[in-house]
T-cell receptor, first 114, second 115 residues
Framework: AQSVSQHNHHVILSEAASLELGCNYS??????LFWYVQYPGQHLQLLLK??????LVKGIKGFEAEFIKSKFSFNLRKPSVQWSDTAEYFC????????????FGGGTRLMVKP | DAGVTQSPTHLIKTRGQQVTLRCSPK?????VSWYQQALGQGPQFIFQYYEEEERQRGNFPDRFSGHQFPNYSSELNVNALLLGDSALYLC??????????????FGQGTRLTVV
């Protein structure tokens, strides 16, 4: 069975600082990769996704992620965070051609101080 | 365009009782998945419905069952509730014909508390 690890459970940054959240998955086959965000009181929303092609994907609100197949990683980055980025971030994967059942990591709670 | 809607938003039940949660998918979507999100954890896949049949199932006991209706809406039923069933239950919808390369849209969830 696949699993997803997010190593940072809580991250506190000041505005304008750079962000990198780690995500590693364990599955030897082909996967699709996702980052979801959950703002306080809101539903899970897709930030970005990787299916194939350029391993550097850009999402909404200035976020990007890089798929490194050899490291089984899909880290999320943002050059300069804003207070409004305070939220919980979830990395998720699904196995290609096995239905779109998502396996989520445990989440990273980001707090951005103004 | 309505997104994924879930009802109720909050629910308190007693151990041993049964509960039914409801989900209406995003317009145009035909597949509904259910997830359980315990406090401080990521969502865990319960099962997925398409064409009124359960298509995939995660590692959840038979106390968890579901149904999909012809209008694509879905119900999640949990029998013999345990304290450990307390969680946020999320519904996600998607469009089957786009296959795996599809975005799942989530509802705001139902917060179930078992006392």
């Amino acid at each position: 069975a696949q699993s997803v690890s997010q190593h940072n459970h809580h991250v506190i940054l000041s505005e304008a600082a750079s962000l990198e959240l780690g995500c590693n998955y364990s599955y030897g086959g082909t996967v699709n990769l996702f980052w979801y965000v959950q703002y306080p009181g809101q539903h899970l929303q897709l930030l970005l996704k990787y299916f194939s092609g350029d391993p550097l994907v850009k999402g909404i609100k200035g976020f990007e992620a890089e798929f490194i197949k050899s490291k089984f990683s899909f880290n999320l980055r943002k050059p300069s965070v804003q207070w409004s980025d305070t939220a919980e971030y979830f990395c998720a994967v699904n196995r290609r051609n096995a239905g779109n059942m998502l396996t989520f990591g445990g989440g990273t709670r980001l707090m951005v101080k103004p | 365009d309505a997104g994924v809607t879930q009802s109720p938003t909050h629910l308190i039940k007693t151990r041993g009782q049964q509960v039914t949660l409801r989900c209406s998918p995003k317009s145009g979507h035909d597949t509904v998945s259910w997830y359980q999100q315990a406090l401080g954890q990521g969502p865990q896949f319960i099962f997925q419905y398409y064409e009124e049949e359960e298509r995939q199932r995660g590692n959840f006991p038979d106390r968890f069952s579901g149904h999909q209706f012809p209008n694509y809406s879905s119900e999640l039923n949990v029998n013999a509730l345990l304290l450990g069933d307390s969680a946020l239950y999320l519904c996600a919808s998607s469009y089957r014909l786009t296959g795996d390369n599809t975005e799942a849209f989530f509802g705001q969830g139902t917060r179930l508390t078992v006392v």
